[in-house]
């Protein structure tokens, strides 16, 4: 079989009527669907088993989250190629064959699309993802014209709404690491890609549109900021990590700042972050090991792909984000090249 197209749903019903139909008009014989029903409670299962008895099915009783749903849908497979779809997006005609065709090339590990806004199609959602070396991650390109991406090029991480991988990539990494829950996930795939010695390439064809909406609902800022530490604990040398301190802790006041301007009822889960990691260190120092077995690059080559600055514009406060490019920009490029001037493992 050619390419196994996993969708992990959680109450996404709604958004499943428009993307199965979508997908499943494009396929040949040779491909499959599979969706997870990540314990939905809205009929999404019952529902996809009715409408479409030729999907396979893989329900969970629980909620376990992005990279568990990835996991559990990836495992019986069948695929050469496993291609990941969020339920809220949908797709043209001839995508899956642009983006399974860079995956023919074995230094190529994971492709993603253009994916482009649903609702302002002229917008780009993500050109694959900008990733700082503190470990935030962008949209790349948002809101821009689908126009001025119009080349192939690596990045330094896919989007999770959309991405490609050969099974045996997949294998070899480990898959998607479930301590992540939900969000970051897509940037540790590929950081762990990269070090492994594999590249990740953005391709302006095919398009996938994207219903995406900025939002930031109770527990995003624990998972964002608890998982980004735990990127950089797995994936970085400790070397690194030291010589990235003063970055760090900029990173640190822009985060912090951010949080008690627009959102100070919040500032707990920050601290919960904080106290999650230190409270699961063993797992990490764990999983650290197992990245580290895998690792055949530097990271001064992986820093070499992030970005220096930081996308202030995607938090949506566009008055903000303009004084924050004026003043930090500035700290934030010396920092960046002092430590790549450093980092030379």
């Known amino acids: 079989m050619r390419a196994s197209i996993i969708i992990v749903n959680h109450n996404g019903r709604a958004h499943l009527e428009r993307s199965l139909p979508s997908v499943l008009s494009t396929l040949t014989p040779e491909d499959e669907v599979i969706v997870v029903d990540n314990g939905s409670t809205d009929g999404s299962a019952d529902w996809v088993s009715e409408e479409f008895p030729a999907i396979r099915l893989i329900r969970s009783q629980v ?23 969020n339920p809220d997006t949908t797709v043209v005609p001839g995508w899956l064959d642009a983006l399974l065709a860079p995956l023919s090339d074995p230094q190529v590990a994971l492709v993603t699309p253009c994916i482009l806004q649903m609702d302002h199609p002229a917008r780009i959602n993500t050109a694959g993802n900008e990733v700082h070396p503190t470990g935030l991650a962008f949209c790349r390109g948002a809101g821009m014209p689908p126009t001025a991406f119009t080349t192939p090029e690596d990045v330094a991480a896919i989007s999770g709404a959309a991405f490609g991988v050969r099974r045996d990539v997949w294998d070899v990494l480990g898959g998607m690491d479930e301590s992540f829950f939900l969000y970051v996930e897509d940037t ?40 980004r530490y735990l990127l950089l604990l797995k994936n970085l040398r400790w070397r690194t990590l030291l010589l990235l301190v003063p970055s760090l802790l900029l990173a640190e006041v822009v985060t912090w700042g951010f949080l008690l301007m627009y959102h100070p009822r919040r500032w707990r889960e920050k601290v919960r972050a904080y106290l999650w990691v230190f409270g699961n260190r063993r ?38 984000a303009r004084w924050a490019h004026r003043f930090l920009d500035p700290l934030f490029g010396l920092l960046y090249r002092i430590t790549l001037s450093l980092v030379r493992w």
Not at 66 to 81: D, E, I, M, V
Not at 206 to 216: E, M, Q, S, T
């Open 283 to 320: 797992e990490i120092l764990a999983h650290r090991r197992a990245v580290q077995s895998l690792r055949r690059t530097r990271d001064r080559d992986l820093f070499a792909r992030c970005t220096p600055y930081l996308a202030y514009e995607q938090t949506g406060h566009t008055g903000a």
């Open 63 to 85: 909620n376990g989250g992005f990279g568990y749903g990835c996991n559990l849908g990836a495992h019986p497979a069948r695929g050469r190629y496993l291609v990941f779809l």
């Open 188 to 227: 540790d795939l590929s950081w762990r890609a990269w070090l492994a010695g594999y590249r990740c390439l953005y391709i302006p064809n095919p398009v996938v549109y994207h219903d995406y909406a900025l939002r930031f609902g109770e527990g995003k800022f624990f998972f964002q900021e608890r998982n």
